[in-house]
């Protein structure tokens, strides 16, 4: 599309983008695709990917390409890939390079349930946690939900029995995490 900016041109963005990947991973550690969106929303495409490519993760930005004029709010494609991607979506915030979690301890914080996807979540969050980090497991009720249920007894004792499990050592499967 030659009416967009410069820097919004399909050559530009490919520069950025290889040139960032290649400064920071190496070869064996990423791929890229260019695809034409011919008419399908973007989140569907990256899921498509994320899915032949078998994905374990997805990293993706807060906001999108354009930028938002509330930065607290997450972008459209990003909504979507939370809610239909099998891979586990990890969001990053920030874009200042201070920031990141290098040489620091980083905090993960993740939504759970009893279903399969959030068990899956929160071992990953776990798995791309080092020493001194952080994994919050957050579980938003409904709004009709105003004492704890069955359900969040349940959810409870879930998340409780992984935790006690990788604190106490004895566990042979969390002894691995």
């Not at 695809?35 to 374990?56: Q, T």
Request: glycine share 6%; with cysteine; net charge positive.
């Amino acid at each position: 599309k030659s009416y967009l900016p410069p820097n919004w041109r399909p050559d530009a963005i490919r520069n950025v983008v290889d040139s960032k990947i290649t400064g920071a991973l190496s070869q064996k550690r990423y791929r890229t695709s260019w695809l034409h969106k011919e008419g399908k929303p973007v989140s569907v495409h990256l899921n498509e990917r994320a899915k032949d490519i078998k994905a374990d993760f997805c990293v993706m930005g807060f906001v999108g390409r354009k930028g938002k004029k509330d930065r607290g709010i997450l972008a459209s494609n990003v909504q979507q890939a939370i809610m239909t991607f099998q891979s586990t979506i990890v969001v990053m915030k920030d874009e200042d390079l201070e920031m990141l979690p290098v040489k620091r301890p980083a905090k993960f914080v993740v939504s759970v349930s009893l279903n399969q996807a959030s068990t899956k979540a929160f071992l990953d969050a776990r798995s791309l946690s080092g020493p001194g980090d952080e994994v919050h497991v957050v579980y938003v009720k409904s709004f009709m939900e105003r004492t704890d249920s069955d359900y969040t007894h349940e959810l409870r004792e879930k998340y409780s029995g992984f935790f006690d499990g990788l604190q106490d050592g004895k566990s042979a499967a969390f002894s691995k995490l």
